[in-house]
């Protein structure tokens, strides 16, 4: 059975760094796409950063989310971490992780519950 299981999300000040991971079980990992969304209260989804199997990254056009924001994978551990530094009160949102062995971003085959961030002013 696949699981996703994101952890890590809390409350922060603004300023303040968060890091997230993503546990994956139940399929191949390493094949597969690997990525990062985030929904913010009001807000549509949006592509926060992605890693081809291979390690090649993909981030966000958005300047506010490419640089702070840096995604990695583990394929030991099965795990895709997102670090999050230098947060503002808008990256308040949902995170979730998703996994596709065909789709870098998107509908993704599988997903995540998602786990809030909340950052404070």
């Known amino acids: 059975q696949v699981h996703l299981v994101e952890s890590g999300g809390g409350l922060v000040q603004a300023g303040g760094s968060l890091r997230l991971s993503c546990a994956a079980s139940?399929?191949?990992?390493?094949?597969?796409?690997v990525g990062w969304y985030r929904q913010g209260p009001g807000k549509e989804r949006e592509f926060v950063a992605a890693?081809?199997?291979?390690?090649?990254?993909?981030?966000s056009y958005s300047d506010e989310v490419r640089g702070p924001f840096t995604i990695s994978r583990d394929n030991a551990k099965n795990m895709v971490p997102l670090q999050m530094n230098s947060l503002k009160p808008e990256d308040t949102a949902i995170y979730s992780c998703?996994?596709?062995?065909?789709?870098?971003?998107?509908?993704?085959?599988?997903w995540g519950q998602g786990a809030q961030d909340t950052v404070s002013a």
């Open positions: 139940g399929f191949t990992f390493a094949s597969h796409h």
């Open positions: 998703g996994a596709d062995p065909q789709r870098l971003w998107g509908a993704y085959e599988y």
């Open positions: 890693l081809e199997p291979s390690g090649h990254i993909h981030t």
